[in-house]
């Protein structure tokens, strides 16, 4: 079964640190996406990534957040000067071009990253 | 902006029991998809439903996309300990949103055996 692999599994980082989060989609897949979800909250849509390009990015999605796809094969989610309140599971999900909308995405295990 | 009211939050039953955990929306969605998500895991999908009225099974799970594609439900048939953790579901408005997932708070199901 494919997978999507995120790596750390998890970050500790100090507050105003910049952190990257790595994630491996599933190889055919083309539609990328990272979620976050806060401790005891909803699972929340930070950005989708389409052709090299933010397809899509939430109102979480500040100054402070950027993503890329450096080599074709890793997708990172960027965090320039972490907060407190960034503290999370970051999840990170892709789907196959011709599946967009209508069918299941393939979630990773997710880093959880905790600033102090 | 669009939101996916799941209830309950939390459901403590004794094995064989069923049970129904209701997903509600005032927006309409192009697919509606149900997780389940342990602890310290992403998400892992259990089904997608996509036409209004449609039924879909897997095993003792039923679930159901409500004709007018606003909620939807997932019915567990005589609960197992196995089925214990967190169900959650996500709807996709689709048109221009790229895959955009709204996902409800959860539901925390604790089968005692």
């Known amino acids: 079964e494919p997978e999507v692999t995120q790596t750390p599994s998890h970050q500790v980082t100090q507050m105003g640190q910049e952190v990257i989060l790595r994630c491996v989609p599933i190889s055919n897949h083309l539609y990328f996406y990272w979620y976050r979800q806060i401790l005891g909250q909803k699972v929340e849509f930070l950005v989708s990534f389409y052709n090299n390009e933010i397809s899509e990015k939430s109102e979480i999605f500040d100054d402070q957040f950027s993503v890329e796809r450096p080599d074709g094969s890793n997708f990172t989610l960027k965090i320039r000067s972490t907060k407190l309140e960034d503290s999370a599971m970051y999840f990170c999900?892709?789907?196959?071009?011709?599946?967009?909308?209508?069918?299941?995405?393939?979630f990773g295990s997710g880093t959880r990253l905790t600033v102090v | 902006t669009q939101l996916l009211e799941q209830s309950p939050q939390f459901l403590s039953i004794q094995e064989g029991e069923n049970l129904t955990v209701y997903c509600n929306s005032s927006?309409?969605?192009?697919?509606l998809q149900w997780y389940r998500q342990e602890p310290g895991e992403g998400p892992v999908l259990l089904v997608t439903?996509?036409?209004?009225?449609e039924v879909k099974k897997l095993k003792r799970l039923t679930f159901q996309f409500g004709d007018a594609r606003k909620d939807s439900s997932l019915h567990i048939t005589a609960a197992q300990p196995g089925d214990t953790g967190l169900y959650l579901c996500a709807g996709n408005a689709g048109g221009t949103s790229y895959g955009k997932l709204t996902f409800g708070q959860g539901t925390i199901l604790t089968v005692h055996p």
């Open positions: 439903v996509v036409t209004g009225g």
């Open positions: 999900a892709s789907i196959p071009t011709s599946y967009r909308g209508n069918y299941g995405y393939t």
């Open positions: 927006s309409v969605f192009s697919s």
